[in-house]
T-cell receptor, first 113, second 114 residues
Framework: DVKVTQSSRYLVKRTGEKVFLECVQD?????MFWYRQDPGLGLRLIYF???????EKGDIPEGYSVSREKKERFSLILESASTNQTSMYLC????????????FGEGSRLTVL | SQQGEEDPQALSIQEGENATMNCSYK?????LQWYRQNSGRGLVHLIL?????REKHSGRLRVTLDTSKKSSSLLITASRAADTASYFC??????????????FGKGTHLIIQP
């Protein structure tokens, strides 16, 4: 079975802390994505990557950065967490660059106090 | 940017009835996909329909696509309590060279009453 694993299901952090959200996929997919999901706003794309060491901004990259040092791992970094970054974060991967099925992780629910 | 918009936002029906959800989008697409999300979990892919297809079936799911109206519908037949979930449409937002992942709508929350 294909699998996308997010390291933490629930996190509670304080304002100003640096936060790392890790995502690993075992399908040898080149494409990986980070979305955030908020009530009434749906899923919004933060960053994506089509290759190792490559990253592209999505719709809402402000306040976030990413790292893709290995093909299977895509990390989302909140350099200085703020309360408006409290959200559900969803990692996904795909085989096809822009048109294929996305495989999602279970999500990481982050609360920033 | 948000491309797909599902309608209705919420739907409650009795077990055994059919459930229909609609999705409208704005720009040309290569394909449209439907996903399901159980409460507090990740999204799971249900079905993909290409822009040159009009209808597609998968088990109890039936998806239609009308590119002239830029709309799609998802029909779940003979609903079960386990179908209770949120359903999202997603489009690839084809722009002849752009590559920015899938764009999701805000979802339809479906509740199946036992």
């Amino acid at each position: 079975d294909v699998k996308v694993t997010q390291s933490s299901r629930y996190l509670v952090k304080r304002t100003g802390e640096k936060v790392f959200l890790e995502c690993v996929q075992d399908m040898d997919h080149e494409n990986m994505f980070w979305y955030r999901q908020d009530p009434g706003l749906g899923l919004r794309l933060i960053y994506f990557s089509y290759d190792v060491k490559m990253k592209e901004k999505g719709d809402i990259p402000e306040g976030y950065s990413v790292s893709r040092e290995k093909k299977e791992r895509f990390s989302l970094i909140l350099e200085s967490a703020s309360t408006n970054q409290t959200s559900m974060y969803l990692c996904a991967s795909s085989f096809h660059r822009n048109t294929g099925e996305l495989f999602f992780g279970e999500g990481s629910r982050l609360t920033v106090l | 940017s948000q491309q797909g918009e599902e309608d209705p936002q919420a739907l409650s029906i009795q077990e055994g009835e059919n459930a229909t959800m609609n999705c409208s989008y704005k720009t040309s697409i290569n394909n449209l996909q439907w996903y399901r999300q159980n409460s507090g979990r990740g999204l799971v892919h249900l079905i993909l329909i290409r822009s040159n297809e009009r209808e597609k079936h998968s088990g109890r799911l039936r998806v239609t696509l009308d590119t002239s109206k830029k709309s799609s519908s998802l029909l779940i037949t003979a609903s079960r309590a386990a179908d209770t979930a949120s359903y999202f449409c997603a489009t690839d937002g084809y722009s002849g060279g752009g590559a920015d992942g899938l764009t999701f709508g805000k979802g339809t929350h479906l509740i199946i009453q036992p």
